[in-house]
DNA sequence: CATGAATGAGAGTTCATTCAT
DNA sequence: AATGAATGAACTCTCATTCAT
């Protein structure tokens, strides 16, 4: 009945993410942590070396899971457009599945060279693998276009996380304009 | 030869802008700020009432420059595409400068309501600013357009920041690029 | 029309008394005083030489006023009963009076030798003052009476200062009690 | 050998009894109490939430301690006289013990109601312990007596206070001498 | 005489981290 | 492995005092 080490280490990187996402890196304590997964504040100190070590390893899980999502419905996607409605749909519902954990997007540990290398790997994996479905589909300047295509998401994402009446079907409308708008350029 | 009180008012403001953007806002103590001014700590409190507001000031400071050099910029140019330029080069031109001052881009004061009003109503500003060139030109969806090729640029921005090899001439190819895709779509 | 050197000196030590009994010592600024005295703060430092100098002189000036009107009150008094009266009356009175400047009661400068000195030199003079009347009625022990004169009447103050619907009928009927008690003693 | 968590705790009220009455509340530093109680700073504040609070609690233990010594002493007293005497003796007592802590009899926190009602209430249990006295041998206005006999005493603390020389003997001729104009009234 | 901008020592408080149990 | 009491470095902000004008 009691948590092997492994759930341990789970459970307090879940309540890292939680209250980090939602108060701000240095507005959450490490007592609210350990208090919030349940265990002593030593105890935190057993599963990871220092507060800085426990943010990165809570980014970096976080930053996987979404990568691996992705790249599992990408696998099941066939045309073009398909291809790039998944993009679109998976990264404007991650955002708003995270709508009320609005602090993660904004602070990191901007001195942290080792925490900038973790941030700059996963826009870099991220840009690939949206550079390799451009490439499958011959675009020149696939790298170019990637990064086009993900930071017209990536604007959209402001919008999910400070209009409160966003609604999932406002998160398809943009999926939809940003596929036909990358594809056709604006209809004048 | 002695500063008036506005111009005291401006160098501190001119040495925590220098400071906040390249170590953060938690990482940047008053006492430095002071000295970076050549004044003494408390006088930091006579022109501002906190480390907070202060940074709230520098940041309101910093969004205005941008805005007002943009607006202006505008006013002289006269066709659609003219304008796409004009703006993707300020956008890009502003970050290129500023590509030693990374930290400003990641931190805020994220807790702090008035901090995030201040943004928000930046990145409305510009948005719209963006959107009254669409209008001009009767694009229909205005605003979802303008929202996407701000998100263009701003994809464009991780690469000045973190490209330490990044050039002019790279700066130049991505505004041509991201009008051009804006335009027309990508080329298959 | 403007202040001459002494009345600026009274209208600051005027300042300081208001802010300092209402206040208290500490909470009290120096910046304070100067603006409800209408001059600068560097002016208060022409006329006292420290901030705790300045609350030495106002207790100081005080004393020497509650002094003054109950030496002055004495020598109009006739029979021993009129003179406890006397005194029983102005001490009360005078805390009546003052029973919205409570702080000025409960804080010094206690650190300070030469204010405790000031302190100390006052209740000897009142005590003393108050001996000579009983000295007057041949009575033994003059100064331990006096001291148990004054304390009934130091300890009725705690009514008035606490009491916020003590009226003057409140304060006549404690003025007789404690002349019918020290005279007759308690009835039983 | 080590401390328990509730020694820590009277250990650092100890050692704030001595330095607030010694050198007063704003004379006295956290660090000072810490170092006195051979704790470390942030010590003091994990059994104190703050300097006031640390200031109040000592207060409340040091009024609790005086009224049960009070109390328990009465009990054991039979006639009226005896009583008055415990009463007596037992204030003069107590400021005789404490005649090097002069500070702490000056000094408040003026400001924080809370703390105006902790002393406020300690003043009004004394008061109410000597009136039932007073109430038990059937004197009218038991509450004006209880008064003005406490207020001789209270002034008697001034010579205990002030005086250098003052002797245990100089103490009990002043607690007779109390009881009998007390009962008795001046004798002229 | 008068001003008030500038100073900077100093204090209370927080909290990541440690380590004896 | 787990605890949580104890630590103490570090930081923001205050305010009495000074002095050039």
Redo the contacts between chains.
């Keep these: 009945m009691t948590s092997t080490s492994e759930q341990k280490h789970d459970i307090i990187l879940d309540s890292a993410f939680y209250l980090f996402s939602t108060?701000?890196f240095?507005?959450t304590k490490i007592a609210e942590i350990a208090e919030h997964a349940g265990v002593a504040k030593g105890t935190v100190y057993l599963y990871f070396s220092s507060k800085e070590e426990l943010f990165k390893e809570m980014t970096r899980r976080n930053f996987d899971e979404f990568l691996d999502g992705l790249s599992n419905e990408l696998t099941r996607s066939s045309s073009?457009a398909e291809k790039l409605n998944k993009i679109a749909d998976h990264h404007l519902s991650y955002f708003y599945n995270m709508r009320n954990h609005?602090?993660i997007f904004?602070?990191?540990l901007?001195?942290d060279p080792e925490f900038m290398e973790v941030m700059?790997h996963h826009?870099e994996n991220y840009v690939n693998l949206v550079t390799n479905v451009?490439e499958s589909?011959?675009?020149?300047?696939s790298k170019?276009?990637a990064?086009?295509f993900?930071?017209?998401?990536?604007?959209?994402k402001?919008?999910i996380l400070?209009t409160k009446s966003f609604t999932k079907d406002h998160l398809n409308q943009?999926v939809d304009?940003?596929v036909k708008?990358?594809?056709?350029?604006?209809?004048?």
Tied chains: 1, 2, 3, 4.
Excluded: P, W
């Excluded at 589909?137 to 300047?141: A, K, L, V």
């Design positions: 108060k701000g240095y507005e073009f609005t602090r904004f602070q990191g901007n001195n700059f826009i451009m589909e011959s675009i020149n300047e170019l276009h990064k086009a993900v930071g017209m998401l990536e604007n959209y402001m919008d400070f943009r304009f940003a708008l990358f594809m056709n350029g604006c209809k004048r």
